[in-house]
C-alpha cells in the first residue's frame, strides 16, 4: 500500500463523484421522487378544482395553463430539494462532505446537478399529466417546450440548491425554503411562464430570445454565486 | 375631503412608524446598557 | 448609563429633526397643491425619498454581507443586519404609502407594475432574512447565513425589477433621462429638503441600530467571561 495519500480529486470530478453519490441514494430509495410526484399530482388536482376544464378551455389555455405548470413544478420541486438536504442532514452526512479536501463550490456543484436530473426526471412526468388534466397537446409543441423547460429548470435547480444548502442548516429550517426560494425565483418564474405560454400559442420561440438569453444569463449567473459563495455556505455542518 | 383623509393617514403611518421604531431601539440600547453596567459592576466586585 | 451615543450623534438627531420640520413646512405651506391628484400628491415627498433610502438599504447590505463574508469582522454583520431592519421598515413604510397614494390618484390600491412587485418582493427577501437569522444555532451561524441571504437578496433586486419591467410596466415617472424638470418650483424645493430629512433620519436610525447590535455583542463577551450564563 502507497504511503502517500491520492491527490484530491479536480472540480469536474468531484461534483461528478457528488452527484453520483445523490443520484445513486435516490435511485436506490426513490423517497425524494415519490414525495414531489405525489405532491405535484395533488397540486394539479386542486388547480382542476379552482379552474375547471371549461373555463380553461374558454379562456384559452396559453394564457392559464403555463401558469398552473409552473406553480405546480415550483412548489413539488421544493418538496425534492428540502429532501436531497435532509437526508445529508439526518445522517451527519454534511460535515463529511464539507470537511472533504474538494473544493466546496464543486460540492455544490454536483448537488445542482443531481437536483436538476431529479427535477428533469419529476417534469417529464408532470409536463403528459398537465397536458392530459387540461387538454393541452404537448406533443406538437415537444421540441420547443422542452428547451423552455429545460433552461428554466436549471436556474431553478441551482437557486434550489444554494437556498437548499443554506436553509439545512437552521433548525426546522425545511419550512423556510419556499419562503426563501420563490421570491428570488421571480424572474425565472415570469420568464418560464411567458416563453411556455409562447410554445402553447404555437407562436415560433425566436419571439422571446429576449427572455430566453436572460435566463441563459441568470443561470450562469446562479452557478457562479453558488460557486462564490460555496465556502461561506457549507463552512460549518 | 377624500384626498385629505388620504393625505391624513399617509403622514401618519410614516411618523409612527419611523418615531416608533427609534423610540424601540432606544428601549432597547438602555435597557442592554443597564445590564452591561450591572454585569461589569459584578465582575469588578 | 452609557449606550455609546454620544454628542455627534445627539447632533444628528436634532439636525434630522431639524430637516423634518423645514420639510414639513415646505410641504404643506411653500408648495403648491398638484393640479391633477389634489392634496393626496403630497405624500409623494416622503413616499419617493422612503423609497430611495429601501434600495440604498439593499446595497448596505450587499457591502455588509460581502464584508462580512471577506473579512469575518463584526462591524461588517452589523451594517448588514441594521440594513436589513432598517431596509424592512421603509420598504414597510413604502408599501403603505403606495397603496394610499395610489387609490386616490389611480383609482386602484394596487398594480403589478414593475416598481411596486419589485419593492414587494424586495420586502419578502428582507423578511425571509431576518427570519432565517433567528433561526440560527449560534450567532457566528447567523452572520454567515445572514450575510449569504443579503448578498444573494442584494443581487436579485435589480435583476427581478428588469424581469417585470419587461412584464409589464405603468408607474408614474416623475424624474427620468430628458425630461425637464416636471416639478413646478416650489415643489422641487420641498422634494430636495425632504429627501435630505429622509436620508438624515435613515442615518440615525441605521447608527442607532448598528450601536445596538455592538451592545449585544458587549453583553455576549461579558456573559461568557463571567461564565455564569451560558
Known amino acids: 500500500m502507497s504511503a502517500e495519500r491520492p491527490a484530491p480529486p479536480g472540480f469536474v470530478r468531484a461534483a461528478a463523484l457528488v452527484a453520483r453519490k445523490d443520484l445513486a441514494v435516490e435511485g436506490r430509495t426513490r423517497e425524494s421522487m415519490a414525495a414531489s410526484l405525489l405532491f405535484a399530482l395533488i397540486v394539479l388536482v386542486v388547480f382542476a378544482f379552482a379552474f375547471d376544464l371549461d373555463f380553461v378551455r374558454r379562456t384559452g389555455v396559453s394564457k392559464i395553463v403555463p401558469g398552473m405548470l409552473w406553480v405546480t413544478l415550483a412548489f413539488s420541486a421544493i418538496v425534492g430539494f428540502n429532501r436531497s438536504f435532509a437526508t445529508e442532514r439526518a445522517r451527519d452526512a454534511l460535515t463529511g462532505l464539507a470537511i472533504a479536501p474538494v473544493d466546496r463550490g464543486a460540492v455544490l456543484c454536483g448537488k445542482a446537478f443531481a437536483n436538476l436530473t431529479l427535477l428533469v426526471l419529476l417534469e417529464a412526468a408532470v409536463i403528459p399529466l398537465t397536458g392530459i388534466f387540461f387538454d393541452v397537446d404537448m406533443v406538437t409543441a415537444a421540441p420547443p417546450l422542452a428547451a423552455v423547460v429545460l433552461l428554466h429548470s436549471a436556474g431553478l435547480a441551482q437557486l434550489g440548491t444554494i437556498f437548499g444548502a443554506v436553509v439545512s442548516r437552521l433548525g426546522r429550517g425545511e419550512a423556510f425554503l419556499a419562503t426563501l426560494l420563490l421570491p428570488a425565483a421571480t424572474p425565472l418564474f415570469l420568464s418560464a411562464v411567458h416563453c411556455t405560454a409562447t410554445v402553447f400559442e404555437g407562436s415560433p420561440l425566436a419571439g422571446d430570445a429576449k427572455w430566453l438569453l436572460i435566463t441563459a444569463g441568470l443561470d450562469v449567473l446562479y452557478f457562479l454565486v453558488a460557486w462564490l459563495l460555496a465556502d461561506a455556505i457549507l463552512e460549518d455542518a | ?45 | 448609563m452609557r449606550t455609546g451615543l454620544n454628542r455627534t450623534f445627539a447632533a444628528v438627531l436634532v439636525v434630522s429633526a431639524v430637516l423634518i420640520g423645514c420639510a414639513l413646512g415646505l410641504i404643506f405651506l411653500v408648495a403648491p397643491e398638484e393640479k391633477v391628484m389634489g392634496a393626496v400628491q403630497k405624500i409623494f415627498y416622503f413616499h419617493v425619498p422612503i423609497a430611495a433610502m429601501t434600495f440604498l438599504s439593499v446595497f448596505l447590505l450587499l457591502a455588509g454581507g460581502a464584508g462580512y463574508l471577506w473579512t469575518r469582522r463584526a462591524i461588517w454583520d452589523h451594517l448588514a443586519v441594521a440594513a436589513s431592519e432598517v431596509g424592512l421598515l421603509f420598504c414597510t413604510l413604502v408599501l403603505i404609502t403606495g397603496p394610499i397614494w395610489a387609490k386616490p390618484a389611480w383609482g386602484v390600491w394596487w398594480t403589478w407594475e414593475a416598481k411596486l412587485t419589485t419593492t414587494l418582493i424586495l420586502w419578502l427577501l428582507l423578511a425571509g432574512c431576518l427570519l432565517a437569522r433567528r433561526y440560527a444555532a449560534t450567532p457566528e451561524q447567523g452572520a454567515r447565513i445572514g450575510a449569504v441571504l443579503g448578498i444573494v437578496a442584494a443581487l436579485d433586486v435589480p435583476i427581478v425589477y428588469k424581469a417585470v419591467d419587461w412584464w409589464r410596466g405603468q408607474h408614474p415617472i416623475v424624474f427620468g433621462p430628458g425630461k425637464t424638470n416636471p416639478l413646478a418650483p416650489g415643489m422641487s424645493e420641498a422634494f430636495g429638503v425632504s429627501m435630505l430629512a429622509v436620508l438624515t433620519l435613515y442615518l440615525v436610525l441605521l447608527i442607532a441600530r448598528i450601536r445596538l447590535s455592538s451592545l449585544e455583542e458587549r453583553i455576549a463577551e461579558l456573559e461568557d467571561a463571567s461564565g455564569r450564563f451560558r
Open chain 2, 1 to 45: 375631503m377624500k384626498s385629505y383623509a388620504f393625505l391624513f393617514w399617509g403622514y401618519l403611518v410614516v411618523w409612527i412608524g419611523l418615531v416608533g421604531y427609534l423610540a424601540s431601539l432606544g428601549r432597547r440600547m438602555t435597557a442592554l446598557a443597564r445590564r452591561i453596567e450591572r454585569l461589569e459592576n459584578r465582575r469588578e466586585a
